[in-house]
Structure formats: C-alpha cells, structure tokens
C-alpha cells in the first residue's frame, strides 16, 4: 500500500442520509449531490417512514455514475426477494460501481404495522431469507422469475446486526454486516472480502443533545434495541424508560438518559475524527450519520464544512 492510499484510508468514511427529514426527494437529492463532491464513499440511503431509498438512490445513480451507493436498512419483511433484487440490480446498473444492499429484520411496528406484512426476526427465517436474495441476483430461478440481467457481484448484500448472533449470521450468509449504536470496542473480526460498516451517529443541529436524547428514547421502545443496550451494560436505564412508558410519562424519558450513554452512542463533532479513527483501527468503516434539526441542509453543509472526520 503506498503512503497516498494509506492517507486516504485514514481519512475515508462514507455517509448516510437520515431516513426521516422533513425535506422534499429533490432537496434530498440535491444534498446527496454535495456529500458526492465531498468525497464521501458509500453514500447510503436510509428508509424509515419518508425516502424510498431505492427510488432516490437510483435518482443519484443517474446523475452521478460511478459513485458507490447503498441502503440502510431496507425490511426483509416488507420486499420479496425478487422485488429488492430489481431494485438493487438497476440502481447498479446505473451507477456502474458495486452497490450495497443493506437489509435487516427492522421490528414489528414497520414491518407488521406500516407494511401489512409478517414480522419474523429468527436468525432461520432471515438466513432464508438472505440465500434467496443472493440466489436471485444470482440469476437463479424463483418459480418463474429470473432476473433477465444477473447482478452478481455488482450487488454484495450487507446485514444490518445488533447482537452477536446476527452479527455471526451476517459474516455467513450476507456478504458483510452494519453495525448501529456499536462501539469501536465491540466491533468483531470479519472474514477477508467482508464489508463492514459502522454507524457514527453526530449531532449537527444546535439543539443536538437534546435531539439526541429525544432519539434514543425511540430505540429503546424498540425491543431489539433494548436488548442491544442490556448488553452495552445500560439496562437501568432502559428499566427506567420502560417504567415511564408504562406510566404514560414518555415525554420525560430524555431526562434520564445518562451523558454516558449518549456519549458511547454519538459522537460530538469535536470528537469525529477520533471516534471515526477508531472503527478503522477496529476494521470497520464509518459511516456518519448527522442529527439533524429544523434545517436539515444548513446542519449538514455546516457538519461536512469543518471535515471532522478526516485524520
């Protein structure tokens, strides 16, 4: 490796766009425009309850070939196979560069409730799940359907994982894994050839911290995220969530959730580069994803001005 590459890996990172801003697809856009010029690689497209990822990341390839794109996390549940593997497979034949399709078992709420569909997160279902991906784009047969155009390798499938387990399913069946609200610390060896990418979340709203808090109240109503901060040794604290909850407190919950916490969790953009330095040194690559406030584009211009992540 020559020192010039060696620089660019200590300053490389990708970029994630957050899933629910209250900004129309073409600013959207617009801002994904930006983040390429700044050089970030991947750039991925988050879905929760507002962006079609992959409408908008099939908008970017169009306009911006060449540049690596994927998603973050696109339900199993919610999609056939066949249905993300046209989606994957012609945002990759747009862009010309691999792209990543990052899926996981999401929760009950998105996948039951938004989405009329089953929810199962068991690790056989979701191994099922992903060998008939990958057998797709393969170009094997579902009954009758067969991708005329087989994406193959342009499409690698990355898992999004919480606990060990699924982490462990990701590395076997998927051909790298997502790791969110996971510490430098607790990122694992990976298999040669595996891609594995690391949420940094940051806040870039002037309100960030309590932004911040506000957030991670939501993940803690979600069980598998509850279960994940048990682990990280934050089980009080989700105790106490809980108990709120149950007493129609809820609103406040955000003052119970420690500065440890959040700091284990998000990263103050003082603190980027090391923090990102660190998922490096862990052999995962960081993938920021900015908390955002009432004007989204200024946070984010203001957050990727002062390049903080780069060494």
């Known amino acids: 490796m020559t020192d010039e590459q ?29 983040m390429a010029d700044v050089g970030f690689d991947p750039i991925m497209l988050t879905e929760v309850c507002g962006f079609h990822a992959p409408a908008l990341a099939a908008a970017l390839a169009a306009r911006r070939p060449g540049i690596r794109l994927g998603t973050s996390i696109l339900p199993l549940g919610a999609r056939t196979g066949p249905t993300m593997a046209m989606a994957a497979t012609t945002i990759a034949q747009l862009s010309g560069a691999p792209f990543l399709l990052g ?23 979701t191994r099922a799940r992903l060998t008939e991906l990958r057998a ?55 298999p040669v050839d595996t891609d594995v990418l690391a949420f940094v979340w940051t806040p870039a709203a002037p309100d960030g911290d309590a932004r911040v808090r506000r957030e991670l109240i939501s993940y803690m109503m ?18 106490r969530v809980h108990a709120l909850h149950a007493d129609g407190r809820l609103r406040d919950a955000p003052t119970v959730v420690p500065g440890d916490m959040v700091d284990t969790l998000y990263v103050d953009p003082d603190a980027l ?25 200024a946070d984010i211009a203001r957050l990727v001005a002062a390049r903080r992540w780069e060494q």
Not at 222 to 239: C, I, T
Not at 276 to 285: D, S
């Open 222 to 239: 979600a069980e598998p995220y509850a279960r994940h901060y048990r682990r990280l040794g934050f089980g009080d604290v989700v105790d």
């Open 6 to 34: 060696t620089a660019a890996n200590a300053r490389s990172a990708g970029f994630a766009l957050p899933g629910v801003l209250r900004i129309a697809a073409d600013d959207a856009l617009g801002l994904l425009e930006q």
């Open 136 to 190: 797709v784009l393969d170009g094997q047969r579902r009954g009758s359907f067969r991708l005329p155009l087989p994406a193959g390798a342009d499409v690698r499938v990355l898992l999004g994982a919480l606990g060990p387990n699924m982490t462990a399913l990701a590395l076997e069946a998927a051909d790298g894994v997502i790791l969110n609200h996971t510490p430098p610390g607790d990122v694992g060896p990976a």
């Open 103 to 125: 899926v996981g078992t999401s929760s009950p709420q998105i996948v039951g409730d938004w989405h009329g569909q089953e929810h199962d997160p068991g690790l056989d279902t």
């Open 273 to 297: 580069a090391a923090r990102c330095a660190a998922y490096r040194q862990a052999g995962a690559l960081p993938v920021i994803v900015p908390v955002t406030g009432d004007d989204p584009a």
